[in-house]
């Protein structure tokens, strides 16, 4: 072990709850909707603590975001790594990814659109993070598009990170998981689209 693995501090207890639960009831309950004192209770942590700790409300919110986009990420390229040993057969797994990581009945949608609609749209900081998160899921498409020889993997990216996108708000609005039925249509139509421009 790293002598910065053995000095690094350890999470402090009451901070992880207060992420977990603030994490949580915005998804569920909404931002603007859930006030510290809900946290508070459903951690059971102190004014004191949750100021001392992040400050403010957006601080956590800045915390909550980065954990959850932090958490989507390797759980859902875990899901579409591991449905397949071909990146073809793995893109198509997408929709079966999302669905892997909304089991448990958290068809909450995606926490950044999520934060974004609730906020003025011109805070930056929360379109930066969100911009963040896009890049990456973006350069995890583009890269399998490549090794799938498709002829515009970035562009393949975007239109897949547009379905994703289109199944989190729908999946927010009407809590049906047939939704990702029709996601999967989406899905192999935009890459037999996609193919049939690349043999062209």
């Known amino acids: 072990m790293s002598n910065a693995a053995l000095h690094s501090p350890k999470p402090h207890?009451?901070?992880e709850r207060i992420v977990e639960a603030a994490r949580d009831l915005f998804c569920r309950q909404g931002i603007h909707a859930t006030g510290i004192d809900t946290i508070l209770a459903?951690?059971?942590a102190s004014k004191m603590t949750l100021y001392g700790r992040f400050g403010s409300k957006d601080a956590l919110l800045r915390e909550v975001l980065s954990r959850e986009g932090a958490d989507w990420r390797e759980v859902f390229f875990a899901a579409v790594t591991a449905a397949a040993d071909n990146p073809l057969a793995q893109l198509t797994?997408?929709?079966?990814?999302?669905?892997h990581w909304y089991q448990g009945g958290r068809l909450y949608g995606c926490a950044f659109m999520n934060a974004i609609?609730?906020?003025?749209k011109t805070e930056q900081w929360l379109r930066q993070i969100t911009a963040d998160h896009h890049r990456m899921v973006l350069a995890f498409f583009a890269g399998l598009a490549t090794q799938a020889q498709f002829a515009e993997p970035e562009i393949l990216a975007?239109?897949?990170?547009?379905?994703?996108d289109g199944a989190n708000a729908a999946l927010m609005v009407t809590n049906d998981p047939s939704v990702l039925e029709i996601t999967?249509?989406?899905?192999?139509?935009?890459l037999a689209m996609a193919r049939r421009t690349?043999?062209?």
Do not use: K, M, S
Request: with cysteine; hydrophobic share 50%; net charge negative.
């Open 42 to 44: 459903a951690a059971g």
């Open 93 to 99: 797994a997408i929709p079966a990814a999302l669905d």
């Open 117 to 120: 609609a609730e906020h003025d």
């Open 198 to 200: 690349c043999q062209g």
């Open 13 to 15: 207890p009451a901070h």
């Open 158 to 164: 975007r239109q897949l990170l547009l379905l994703i």
């Open 184 to 190: 999967q249509r989406n899905l192999d139509a935009v």
